[in-house]
């Protein structure tokens, strides 16, 4: 017996609207039943994942805090995903952009910088991001170098830059040894929306890239150009666009996207360079993308959901004792479930029996 997925004729628009909705509350069923396994109930579980966090003022605007970078990075990651081009270096994106634009902070710091000081930050956080994912994309329409290869790797080259960076040539020399940069004057560091509010001027920049990015691939020939070269690479050469300027052009576009993401967590967030910035928005972002369909508002939703398990994991670990890596599991079997259930709307499962040998 053999199994074989074959093309439906034509996918249901109901189904497709309800695949992610089956897709989460299956991700959910399959938790539910680890953690039932780990000897906590799924109920009180699913009550501190996302009963609390949704109820609770700070754990709202904490959401919000970590759906930013996670929105940035993954709309960036969409503009070479749709183009069937696979940028899995956004982490060391995210850290360069950091590197970058935190380099102005501290040539400043103390000094008597104006206002022009955290625009040009923000555009040096991008212009680093954006070089840092030129490289993956230089390496393979120069020398036909494996993208994912190159941009993964070069995430631990940044991280071990900026390891290096904040224990050496900008370590405080008042931090106790701690490897840490000083404290960004107030002059390099995002204002919050509201005064004594944890969301800072970055949520808006989240949004600023997913209307841009709508726009971008619902009405412009650059979105066309960038579905076709994914659906059919072939029809877009013979439609005469260009392989190599749209690797460049994606991955420029991607890496000042999590470039961007970089120092606003840094002069938004943290406040500070230390040797780890990220938890890892750069790679959980992926997941992100995917669970958006590769759409702009998808992948605000996404972001949203995302940063709510994460919140919810920190809570379940102090409250039910439940491991942090769990909530990794849960977004890896998140993704699988959606992943399937668009499968199993555009494809058919069918069965068949081999033949009998004569």
Request: aromatic fraction near 10%.
């Amino acid at each position: 017996m053999r199994v074989e997925l074959v093309p439906r004729a034509e996918p249901s628009g109901v189904a497709r609207a309800l695949a992610p909705v089956a897709a989460f509350l299956t991700a959910f069923v399959i938790a539910g039943v680890v953690i039932a396994l780990l000897g906590q109930s799924p109920l009180a579980a699913f009550d501190v994942y996302v009963v609390q966090p949704l109820g609770d003022p700070w754990a709202l605007q904490e959401l919000l805090v970590k759906a930013t970078p996670l929105a940035l990075i993954a709309i960036g990651l969409s503009y070479c995903f749709r183009a069937n081009l696979w940028n899995i270096g956004a982490e060391g994106q995210f850290v360069m952009g950091a590197v970058f634009g935190s380099w102005l902070a501290l040539a400043t710091h103390g000094a008597e910088a104006g206002s022009w000081l955290l625009p040009t930050m923000l555009v040096l956080g991008a212009l680093g991001g954006m070089l840092y994912g030129l490289l993956p994309a230089f390496l393979r329409t120069k020398f036909g170098a494996n993208e994912i290869l190159t941009s993964l790797m070069l995430v631990y080259v940044a991280q071990l830059i900026l390891d290096y960076l904040v224990r050496g040539p900008w370590r405080d020399p008042k931090g106790f040894n701690f490897p840490q940069s000083v404290t960004f004057d107030p002059a390099a560091t995002l204002p919050p929306i509201v005064e004594a509010s944890r969301v800072h001027l970055g949520a808006l920049f989240a949004l600023v890239a997913v209307l841009a990015s709508l726009l971008v691939f619902s009405r412009t020939l650059f979105g066309y150009r960038l579905r076709l070269t994914g659906d059919a690479p072939r029809a877009a050469r013979f439609a005469g666009f260009n392989e190599r300027n749209t690797t460049l052009l994606t991955f420029a576009i991607s890496g000042a996207l999590a470039g961007l993401a970089g120092i606003i967590e840094v002069s938004g967030q943290i406040g500070q360079l230390q040797p780890s910035i990220s938890p890892g928005y750069g790679f959980t972002a992926i997941t992100v993308a995917f669970l958006g369909r590769l759409n702009p508002v998808g992948i605000l939703a996404a972001s949203l959901v995302v940063a709510l398990t994460v919140i919810g994991g920190e809570s379940a670990q102090i409250l039910l004792k439940l491991p942090l890596d769990l909530t990794q599991a849960f977004q890896g079997i998140l993704l699988l479930c959606v992943l399937g259930a668009d499968a199993l709307v555009t494809y058919k499962i069918r069965l068949v029996r081999p033949r009998a040998a004569r």
